[in-house]
């Protein structure tokens, strides 16, 4: 399934990379209203205290259709607020928080994440099938 991530300062940029997933689109200010034709799971950081970032907010008014599951990094600094975005979106649209991670992730995050997007693949094609 396709992940879509956005990364205000390189985090989520550098966990997705180093995920080495085969197919993935990073938002940025010029493509957030674009409309895609296939469904993702969200993965994004946490900006002002425990909110989703402005062009993560434009891209689901226009995608939240598509959206399948959410993941988000934070810091846990920043206590109750910790990954919030992941929450956050995961009410709005009621999709499964998949985790939240601190910044760019440990090597364990990056194997939980491929292990779920895997998973989540799987369950997808089960649901296709049985819908037959
Ligand atoms: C201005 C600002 C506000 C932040 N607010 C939160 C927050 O409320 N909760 C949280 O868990 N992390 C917060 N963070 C930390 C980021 O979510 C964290 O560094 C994340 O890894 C950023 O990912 P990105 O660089 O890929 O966008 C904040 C960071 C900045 C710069």
């Known amino acids: 399934m396709k992940v879509v991530y956005f990364s205000f300062s390189g985090n989520v940029r550098r966990f997705i990379t180093r995920a080495e997933l085969k197919n993935t689109m990073e938002i940025t200010q010029n493509n957030c209203t674009e409309r895609l034709d296939e469904p993702f ?15 993560v907010q434009a891209f689901l008014e226009i995608n939240h259709d598509l959206i399948r599951a959410v993941a988000a990094s934070g ?58």
Not at 42 to 54: D, H, K, L, Y
Not at 89 to 104: A, D
């Open 75 to 132: 810091n846990r600094n920043w206590g109750q607020n910790f990954a919030k975005a992941g929450r956050a979106i995961s009410e709005q649209y009621n999709v499964p928080l998949l985790m939240k991670f601190e910044v760019q992730g440990t090597k364990e995050d990056i194997s939980e994440f491929k292990d779920k997007v895997g998973h989540f693949n799987e369950d997808n094609r089960r649901e296709e099938i049985q819908s037959y």
């Open 41 to 55: 799971i969200m993965v994004t950081g946490t900006i002002g205290f425990g909110e989703i970032p402005q062009p």
